[in-house]
C-alpha cells in the first residue's frame, strides 16, 4: 500500500528547493562577447548621432544669424564651438581606436 507523505521530506524538499535558487544567484552571469560588440557599436552610433545633432544645431544657428534671426552671436559661436569641440572628441576616439587595432594586428604578425 501507499504510506502517507512524511512531512520531514516536504520540508526537506523545500529546503533543497531554496539552495538550487542560493546556488543560481551565486553564479554571476557573465556577458557574451556579442553582448559587449553590441553595447560598443551602440555607443560608437549614439557618438556619431550626437555630433550630427551637434552639427545641425550649428548649421541652423548660423542660418538664422544671417537671416538676423539669431538672439546673439555668443549663442551661435557657442554652439559653433560646442559642436567643434564634439567633433573633435570623434576624432580622437577614432584615431585611438585605429592606433588599437593597429597594435592588435601587429601582435598577431
Given amino acids: 500500500m501507499v504510506d502517507g507523505i512524511n512531512p520531514g521530506a516536504l520540508e526537506g524538499a523545500g529546503q533543497f528547493k531554496e539552495l538550487q535558487n542560493l546556488n543560481d544567484l551565486q553564479k554571476p552571469d557573465k556577458p557574451e ?3 559587449a560588440i553590441g553595447d560598443f ?3 560608437l552610433m549614439q557618438l556619431v ?3 550630427d545633432h551637434k552639427q545641425k544645431i550649428a548649421d541652423s544657428s548660423i542660418t538664422q544669424l ?3 534671426e539669431a538672439e546673439s552671436i555668443q549663442d551661435v559661436v557657442m554652439k559653433l564651438e560646442e559642436a567643434e569641440m564634439t567633433f573633435q572628441l570623434m ?4 584615431d585611438k581606436l585605429v592606433a588599437a587595432y593597429k ?3 601587429s601582435m598577431q604578425s
Fill in 33 to 35: 562577447a556579442g553582448d
Fill in 41 to 43: 557599436e551602440k555607443m
Fill in 49 to 51: 548621432q550626437e555630433v
Fill in 66 to 68: 544671417a537671416a538676423g
Fill in 91 to 94: 576624432k580622437e576616439i577614432r
Fill in 103 to 105: 597594435d592588435v594586428m
